[in-house]
């Protein structure tokens, strides 16, 4: 059973840091691209950054030069380290991985961003 469970969400003021995570479990970690996603209200989900099997990253224009995307394939873990964060970063930011030719999401955690 596949499962992606993210954390490290919460609230931040803008120019502040988050760091989020993304535990993954029944897939062959290493051998899988991992994306981070994010869906603000009323908005549509859009990807934020992807990080390949061979380490690769891609990054949205919205978010270059400000969110760094990273893996621990020894723990399974994809991280988004978030910098410079501003309101309209605010949004439910969810990891997904394609094992197998099915996509598979995390619950999401919420990062809000306003003082």
């Known amino acids: 059973q596949v499962q992606l469970v993210e954390s490290g969400g919460g609230l931040v003021q803008p120019g502040g840091s988050l760091r989020l995570s993304c535990a993954a479990s029944?897939?062959?970690?290493?051998?899988?691209?991992m994306e981070w996603h994010r869906q603000a209200p009323g908005k549509q989900r859009e990807l934020v950054a992807v990080?390949?099997?061979?380490?690769?990253?891609n990054y949205a224009d919205s978010v270059k030069g400000r969110f760094t995307i990273s893996r621990a394939n020894a723990k399974n873990t994809v991280y988004l380290q978030m910098n410079s964060l501003k309101p309209e970063d605010t949004a439910v930011y969810y990891c997904?991985?394609?094992?197998?030719?099915?996509?598979?999401w995390g619950q999401g955690t919420q990062v809000t961003v306003s003082s």
């Open positions: 997904k991985a394609r094992w197998i030719g099915t996509d598979y």
């Open positions: 029944g897939i062959i970690f290493r051998l899988v691209n």
């Open positions: 990080v390949t099997s061979g380490d690769i990253p």
